[in-house]
């Protein structure tokens, strides 16, 4: 045993000296120099569990002290084989088979992504071995091997939670791609500069064809070409304009208010039609940060009056200096054309699969692409993954997830200067034993002093019921199923709110006005019956809020 022992630390040495190298060729990309270290981990993991599957290695396993250790090492030493062999070669197997910038085969596609397909074979055994590490007992480690068993147990389990939805999402894939049949894509492109509750307002709509996997632009227009109605143009839950006013469905920028995706997919169909647009198979919605990844692989392009833009000054091109320096038309046609130079660099660069996931996977990952399907059976795969909208993820996050959302009132493009953290406490106050969470959301103006002689189009010049420079926002923290609502303050005084079970879920929402340099300091308290660790979703920002915990006060 001693000398299996040896050995067996041996293989283990061997695959951590290569952990750095494939966490190297993951940050790059690097699906070549993923493969080499992946073949050389493969041959110490087969070793590593040859040695730990002897009769003796299992037996010494009963031994106080020792056992647990031994029990450890073997199932860590599985884990990695399985990964290795089940998880990583087929994943670089499918990028292989699809990596044609002319665009995969029908079959092709269809054999990667569907239903008992090698990417479903590879989620399936992740998570086995997600499952495998977890249950490790804790208990009896010696130093070496707790903290190897840890680090391997939340490598895997991390990639277990990214790789499972995404592989519930890409049996929609096909479809979405045209490749059985022709599909009318319907792009919204949302602008963050003033923020919703999926991102930002909808700055630009896109219609496009999908066919045999390549796309094509068929119709633009930004939102300045629809004028406001004075009834809503489809209906919309009570429990929603309680929270929000009676704004949904009467300003196509506020499409991305619901939490709900297939709503806002709706409305955004009904505006698009109602425009003398066709009738979309899928609404899909992202933000100009997407088009930042995309053009980081793609290059830069070159506008119509010359200039250049690129992944580097793509968001202070778009989203801040406009408002600075051009008229509302002028920004309309700037964003437009940006998003048009952006997709037409796209489809002439000839993107392979494997350059789209390379381009999208950490856009998906904060949530800035949502997906809507008219296909039945597609929206159900897509509707239970991270591109089914911010209610989706949500969900997905768990039944402790609480969800932040954003939503400016300010009428300009002030959220470029504030930043946002978010806290998270909870524990028991209470005499009946319920548990209190509370939901804590800084939020600071950056802007400077003078920030009120800005453009109008940046501050929205006080005509929306915020001072000119201040940063107007409503801020929606919606709380599990079942949760009770304990009030909102506002830098410890108790703040008027509104609270409503919409979409499924408890929501607070109340409202701050930030002068140039200010700090609020807004707290969501909420009563449940369990103590599970909470979990946190928010709006996508351009700059993501940092999430801490800390110890509840009791009031």
């Not at 030493?77 to 499918?94: G, K, W, Y």
């Not at 800035?368 to 949500?394: E, F, H, N, T």
Request: charged content about 15%; aromatic content about 4%; overall charge negative.
């Amino acid at each position: 045993m001693g000398v299996r022992a040896v050995m067996v630390k041996g293989e283990v040495d061997a695959i951590q000296s290569l952990t750095p190298r494939m966490s190297t060729a993951i940050a790059d990309r690097d699906l070549n120099e993923l493969g080499t270290v992946n073949d050389e981990l493969a041959v110490h993991a087969r070793r590593a569990v040859e040695l730990t599957a002897d009769p003796l290695w299992t037996t010494a396993e009963l031994l106080p002290v020792a056992g647990p250790n031994l029990a450890a090492v073997r199932v860590a030493a599985n884990a990695v084989d399985t990964v290795s062999a089940d998880v990583v070669s087929p994943i670089l197997d499918v990028a292989a088979s699809l990596g044609d910038a002319q665009g995969p085969s029908n079959q092709a596609l269809d054999a990667a992504v569907g239903a008992d397909g090698p990417l479903d074979h590879a989620a399936s055994a992740l998570h086995r071995a997600a499952t495998r590490l977890a249950g490790i007992p804790a208990t009896g480690l010696i130093t070496p091997v707790a903290s190897g068993v840890a680090q391997l147990t939340d490598l895997v389990g991390n990639a277990d939670a990214v790789l499972q939805p995404l592989t519930s999402s890409a049996g929609a894939l096909p479809l979405l791609l045209g490749t059985d049949q022709p599909q009318t894509i319907l792009l919204m492109v949302q602008n963050p500069a003033e923020l919703r509750t999926g991102g930002g307002i909808t700055g630009t709509f896109v219609q496009m064809r999908a066919a045999d996997g390549r796309f094509t632009m068929q119709k633009m227009t930004d939102s300045s070409a629809f004028h406001y109605r004075t009834r809503q143009i489809a209906p919309i839950p009570d429990a929603l304009t309680a929270l929000y006013g009676n704004v949904i469905g009467r300003f196509v920028q506020d499409t991305t208010i619901p939490a709900d995706f297939s709503l806002t997919a709706r409305l955004a169909s009904a505006w698009w039609t109602a425009h003398g647009g066709a009738v979309p198979d899928a609404v899909i919605s992202i933000d100009p940060i997407v088009l930042q990844s995309l053009l980081a692989v793609t290059g830069p392009v070159t506008l119509g009056d010359g200039s250049t833009l690129s992944a580097d000054n793509l968001v202070q091109r778009v989203l801040v200096d406009p408002y600075l320096t051009m008229t509302s038309e002028e920004q309309a046609s700037f964003f437009a054309q940006s998003t048009a130079s952006v997709f037409a660099r796209v489809f002439t660069h000839g993107m392979s699969p494997v350059e789209w996931a390379e381009a999208l996977a950490q856009p998906i990952q904060d949530d800035r692409i949502s997906v809507w399907s008219a296909d039945a059976d597609a929206q159900k795969s897509i509707a239970s993954g991270p591109l089914g909208g911010p209610l989706a993820r949500q969900r997905l996050a768990g039944d402790s997830a609480y969800a932040v959302y954003f939503n400016d009132n300010t009428g300009g493009k002030m959220a470029p200067y504030m930043t946002t953290a978010i806290s998270v406490a909870q524990g028991t106050c209470r005499a009946d034993g319920k548990h209190t969470v509370a939901v804590s959301v800084s939020l600071t103006s950056t802007a400077p002093k003078d920030a009120g002689t800005m453009p109008i189009s940046m501050t929205g010049g006080g005509l929306w019921g915020v001072g000119a420079g201040d940063i107007g926002m409503n801020v929606t923290v919606a709380a599990p199923a079942g949760a009770f609502f304990g009030g909102v303050t506002v830098d410890g005084k108790v703040n008027p709110s509104a609270n409503e079970d919409a979409e499924g879920h408890p929501s607070s929402i109340t409202h701050v006005n930030l002068q140039p340099g200010e700090t609020n300091v807004l707290t969501f308290r909420f009563v449940v019956d369990d103590d599970a660790q909470a979990q946190i979703v928010h709006t996508p920002m351009l700059t993501a809020p940092e999430v801490t915990r800390t110890p509840l006060r009791c009031e």
